[in-house]
């Protein structure tokens, strides 16, 4: 059975520390691996990881993959409350069709 | 990037009764279309895959006859949940994409069944 699981289920922190979130997965015929960030409402996409070891960066963000290990980490540095979210991983396995989920990680970041 | 809209992004029914969720893309084709459900502190659970122009495929445990999606055209597919019960009440997003991108997700709906 395909799974994607998220490490740890919520994490509480104070502003400008630095956070890693993990994501493993066992899935057949892996494509890719999405990061999002969801507030209230529906998720907004942060990452698509496709090859191993290549960083993707975007700010204080940045995301890498370890197709041998079936892994990847979300990594924020220097947090902000404004990072306070649920943060979503998911993978897909074959283009055009249904991602799937991990249950994702609760990040609350405290001023 | 691309911009899905789907709409109410609130509803509140009276049990027995149903509502329509209308999800579309607005600046690309969609030839698949995704519904989820996430229920609080929950991950999204796929429910069912829109394909424009064929019945929709329904993953195990989710009711066809309660939750009928169609997919007249490749940028509309609409979820409606019938003879709504408050068990029902919870939030739905769909998602489409193109070929080799992320999947793009509506503003998702919250459904609260009375």
């Known amino acids: 059975e395909d799974k994607v699981v998220q490490s740890p289920l919520s994490l509480v922190v104070h502003e400008g520390d630095t956070v890693t979130l993990n994501c493993s997965y066992e899935v057949t015929n892996f494509r890719s691996l999405l990061w999002y960030k969801q507030e209230k409402k529906a998720p907004t996409f942060l990452f698509m990881l496709?090859?191993?070891?290549i960083e993707k960066k975007s700010g204080r963000l940045s995301s890498i993959l370890d197709k041998k290990e079936l892994f990847s980490i979300l990594n924020i540095t220097a947090t902000q409350t404004g990072d306070s979210a649920v943060y979503l991983c998911a993978v897909e396995k074959q283009a055009g069709t249904a991602l799937i989920f991990g249950k994702g990680t609760t990040l609350s970041v405290s001023s | 990037g691309a911009v899905v809209s789907q709409h109410p992004s609130w509803v509140i029914c009276k049990s027995g009764t149903s509502v329509k969720i209308e999800c579309r893309s607005l600046?690309?084709?969609?030839?698949?279309m995704f519904w989820y459900r996430q229920f609080p502190k929950q991950s999204l659970m796929l429910m069912a895959t829109?394909?424009?122009?064929?019945?929709?495929?329904?993953e195990q445990g989710v009711e066809k006859d309660k939750f009928l999606i169609n997919h007249a055209s490749l940028t509309l597919s609409t979820l409606t949940v019938t003879s709504a019960h408050p068990e029902d009440s919870s939030f739905y997003i769909c998602?489409?994409?193109?070929?080799?991108?992320?999947?793009?997700f509506g503003q998702g709906t919250r459904l609260t069944v009375v």
């Open positions: 496709t090859s191993s070891g």
């Open positions: 998602s489409a994409r193109e070929l080799d991108t992320e999947a793009f």
């Open positions: 600046d690309f084709q969609a030839t698949t």
């Open positions: 829109s394909n424009e122009g064929s019945k929709a495929t329904y």
